[in-house]
């Protein structure tokens, strides 16, 4: 099978957006995962911004990972994958001059879509880590981002968190943002379908959907009829591999204590001290609960 360009899976995303049909992503996290993705016949991939904090730092989703260093693995899975992949850009590596690096810098690396997210990141002195930018702020990141790109088929993305404001305050947001021009609103936080109906009434850009497989929103089809396109159930990929090569290598030094029994879940939280980051997080910059 011919390979495809970075441009022609660009257009197969933008042909995805397109359906009447929401898909489910997989997660892809270095060029072998973004091959069999591919081969499963995974419509479209995700390297999550906390997954590549892993694989790279292995630390937690503190918005510790640089731009170069992401990019970097973006560019590993571009160079290789057959399927179109959205980079989780977080909040653009800084302000709206920031995101237009990140934009340019991604698009080179062969992403096919990418999100630009308006928490307010990294994490401030004394401010939550959930707290928000200014719809204007995210507005021009937007812009910027819309501005940064050299092929227009590369697809702009804008996300907010549903889960921290008033329903009138997302709707307000993601209203803007499409007015901005972005190809796509990506929501995290959405509680469930009442929850999504009132704020997807008042789009018309396709929709991506954090969900981390909320019950509430298990129904691939009254999503696709609300207007999501793409769901991100999570990255239990690469939590598998964490737990695979955990089990591997306990196996090779022939160890039977009672730790063999921990979860993925259980050995993320181990191996990437989140204990530690928080109490700094706390005692150098005051950030709220």
Request: overall charge negative.
């Amino acid at each position: 099978m011919p390979k495809k360009s970075h441009s022609a899976l660009r257009v197969n995303f933008r042909e995805l957006l397109a359906t009447p049909a929401c898909v489910e992503t997989a997660s892809v996290f270095d060029p072998m995962s973004a091959r069999i993705a591919a081969d499963l016949g995974f419509e479209v991939g995700i390297l999550g911004g906390s997954v590549a904090s892993l694989q790279v730092l292995a630390a937690p989703d503190f918005a510790l990972i640089t731009l170069s260093e992401f990019v970097e693995q973006a560019t590993r899975i571009g160079r290789v994958a057959q399927l179109p992949f959205i980079a989780d850009a977080d909040h653009g590596y800084g302000n709206a001059l920031n995101v237009m690096r990140t934009v340019e810098e991604l698009e080179r690396a062969g992403v096919a879509a990418l999100t630009i997210e308006d928490t307010l990141l990294p994490a401030q002195f004394g401010r939550k880590s959930t707290d928000l930018i200014s719809i204007d702020e995210g507005i021009g990141k937007v812009r910027a981002a819309l501005e940064a790109r050299v092929d227009p088929e590369l697809s702009i993305i804008a996300r907010t968190n549903a889960g921290v404001l008033p329903t009138e305050a997302v709707i307000e947001r993601t209203l803007a943002y499409q007015k901005a021009g972005a190809d796509g609103i990506c929501m995290v936080g959405v509680s469930d379908f009442e929850h999504l109906e009132k704020i997807a009434q008042n789009l018309t850009v396709p929709l991506m959907l954090v969900t981390y497989g909320n019950p509430k929103l298990n129904d691939a089809q009254r999503l696709a009829s609300l207007g999501v396109r793409v769901i991100v159930a999570g990255h239990g990929a690469y939590f598998a591999a964490i737990k695979a090569t955990y089990d591997s290598l306990r196996a090779q030094r022939q160890l039977t204590h009672s730790t063999s029994n921990l979860s993925a879940t259980e050995l993320t939280h181990t191996y990437t001290l989140p204990e530690s980051y928080v109490a700094w997080a706390k005692e150098f910059m005051d950030v709220k609960e």
